[in-house]
């Protein structure tokens, strides 16, 4: 099974509301990253977050960190409709690879 | 300067038919990567390189699948006898510095290659 698993699968807000997605994981880490796809194709890097770090912000986007839960959560504030798109957390899994998750699709309504 | 680049964007190909899918990484990365994504899903790894490091094959599906990364920079991912379920979106990516004290660092993706087998 996947590392990391996001929740919702799917989310819908209206445009300048805030999103919020969860990543959940088994094992322990060395740091977790969210990325972002649009339309399928290639991914991009948004934040990584350590695991002795608990919040990091990049602009509109806030991303917390519970190593005793074993989770993470992203949220986007005030979303524009650009923000739509697919967003991926991903884990380290052992000693060598990142393991995504199934994603959360992400649709802004303006 | 230059992203992640993939050749060609789109391959169908008969099943059967052996593919070759190319990735040129960043210039000065040393780590890259191949994934698999399937309609709707999430990324599948398929292997790493690292350097001048063993690569990591453990993703690889079955021995029909094969790469290769010649000079530390260009990579070839190969499969032969195509099968309808190889048909998926194949994304390289390259890190700067792979594998560290740290975990992965942020990796850089290409656009993707998406591969139909008919």
């Known amino acids: 099974s996947q590392q990391g698993e996001e929740d919702p699968q799917a989310l819908s807000i209206q445009e300048g509301e805030n999103a919020t997605m969860n990543c959940s994981y088994k094992t322990s880490i060395n740091n977790l990253q969210w990325y972002r796809q649009n339309s399928g194709r290639g991914l991009v890097h948004l934040i990584l977050i350590r695991s002795n770090e608990r919040e990091k912000h990049s602009g509109r986007l806030r991303v917390t960190l519970d190593t005793s839960k074993k989770s993470s959560s992203l949220l986007i504030t005030a979303s524009r409709a650009a923000d739509t798109a697919s967003y991926f957390c991903?884990?380290?899994?052992?000693?060598?690879?990142?393991?995504f998750g199934q994603g959360t699709r992400l649709t802004i309504n303006p | 300067g230059a992203g992640v680049s993939q050749s060609p964007s789109n391959k169908v190909t008969e099943k059967g038919k052996d593919v070759e899918l190319r990735c040129d990484p960043i210039s000065g990365h040393t780590a890259l990567y191949w994934y698999r994504q399937s309609l709707g899903q999430g990324l599948e790894f398929l292997i790493y390189f690292q350097g001048n490091s063993a690569p990591d094959k453990s993703g690889l599906p079955s021995d029909r699948f094969s790469a290769e990364r010649t000079g530390g920079s260009v990579s070839t991912l190969t499969i032969q006898r195509t099968q309808q379920e190889d048909s998926a979106v194949y994304l390289c990516?390259?890190?700067?510095?792979?594998?560290?004290?740290?975990?992965?660092?942020?990796?850089?993706f290409g656009p993707g290659t998406r591969l139909t087998v008919t």
């Open positions: 990516a390259s890190s700067p510095r792979g594998r560290g004290a740290g975990g992965h660092y942020e990796q850089y």
């Open positions: 991903a884990t380290d899994e052992g000693a060598q690879k990142l393991v």
